[in-house]
């Protein structure tokens, strides 16, 4: 599918994809470009790349399929850096949480004839880094393409294929959709998590303690989505700030009334809500997006 792939990035995601680009054959050489040389050892080690650098312009030389896969606050500097050594016709794409900003920081320094498709798979784990990353971790679930306008249809489809061998459903939203939806899937709940947690850790500590030994699910998964990097999340809330903003505004309302209907007794209202909510579980269970993939960690057992 792609002669020379550069993964500017190489953390769950840039791991995952190249574990899947490894076992279909979809790309002649792959080369990974990371900050620090443990990363790129890692991944050297894991058999997941064919070469390394730490400088982007080394990376992206010669490559048909350019992949950012670091935090979006980079994207900006990342192009500036890659845009001079880029090759005609190369495909440019991403995997960050945020599109509109995505293209705002990319498109200026492309040079014409550069095609930029920016993506998003809906998949993960708490987990970063080389060693995070497992070939099925894409299976069943959503990629969306937020292409700009103007953007080569030939391009658009080469990036939907290459996530199709992933196991992914392809979907195509605008950028400005995208983040509003975002906002209320994904960004939204992590920031409750984040607060939720914190909440916790600020507690006394004969209380503090016993919220840890006593956890129940709900607790659970809060502290799980709150392991995440916290670089990157920093980065989603403050690129998408507007659509988190409305939604936390919109949240903030709905948790009055439920204040004043625990406050009064009001246990039809109450009640409704977690009626009408069911209906949400449900529609996530319909559409299998319920059962997060099972990491199938082949490298250890090498």
């Known amino acids: 599918m792609f002669d020379r792939v550069a993964l500017i990035g190489i953390g769950l995601i840039g791991s995952s994809i190249a574990r899947v680009m490894r076992r279909d054959k979809l790309a002649r050489s792959i080369i990974a470009c990371a900050r620090t040389e443990k990363t790129l050892n890692t991944a050297k080690r894991l058999n997941i790349v064919d070469e390394t650098t730490q400088i982007i312009s080394e990376a992206v030389h010669g490559a048909d399929l350019v992949m950012i896969c670091t935090p979006v606050s980079t994207?900006?500097?990342?192009?500036?850096?890659?845009?001079?050594?880029?090759?005609?016709?190369?495909?440019?794409?991403?995997?960050g949480s945020v599109k509109e900003a995505a293209v705002t920081a990319v498109v200026p320094h492309l040079p014409k004839g550069i095609h930029f498709v920016p993506g998003h798979p809906i998949a993960g784990t708490e987990n970063s880094g080389p060693e995070s990353g497992f070939e099925n971790l894409f299976e069943g679930r959503w990629f969306l393409i937020t292409p700009p306008p103007g953007t080569e249809q030939a391009a658009i489809d080469k990036v939907a294929n290459l996530w199709k061998c992933a196991g992914s459903h392809i979907e195509y939203l605008e950028p400005a959709h995208h983040d509003q939806v975002l906002a209320i899937t994904?960004?939204?709940?992590?920031?409750?998590?984040?607060?939720?947690?914190?909440?916790a850790t600020d507690l006394e500590e004969d209380i503090k303690s016993e919220v840890v030994k006593y956890s129940a699910s709900g607790f659970r998964d809060f502290t799980r989505i709150a392991a995440s990097d916290p670089v990157m999340w920093r980065d989603i809330f403050i690129a998408n700030r507007d659509a988190v903003l409305e939604?936390?505004?919109?949240?903030?309302?709905?948790?009055?009334?439920?204040?004043?209907?625990?406050?009064?007794?009001?246990?039809?209202?109450?009640?409704?809500l977690f009626r009408r909510t069911q209906e949400i579980r449900r529609g996530v269970i319909e559409a299998g997006q319920h059962i997060p993939p099972a990491p199938v960690n082949l490298d250890k057992e090498k």
């Not at 994904?186 to 909440?199: D, E, K, N, R, W």
């Not at 919109?250 to 625990?262: F, P, T, V, Y």
């Open 186 to 199: 994904s960004h939204l709940p992590h920031l409750i998590a984040y607060t939720i947690v914190g909440t």
């Open 75 to 95: 994207y900006g500097e990342i192009a500036k850096e890659m845009a001079p050594a880029l090759k005609p016709g190369a495909i440019v794409t991403d995997v």
């Open 247 to 272: 939604m936390l505004g919109r949240l903030s309302e709905d948790l009055a009334g439920l204040q004043r209907a625990i406050r009064i007794g009001d246990g039809e209202t109450l009640e409704a």
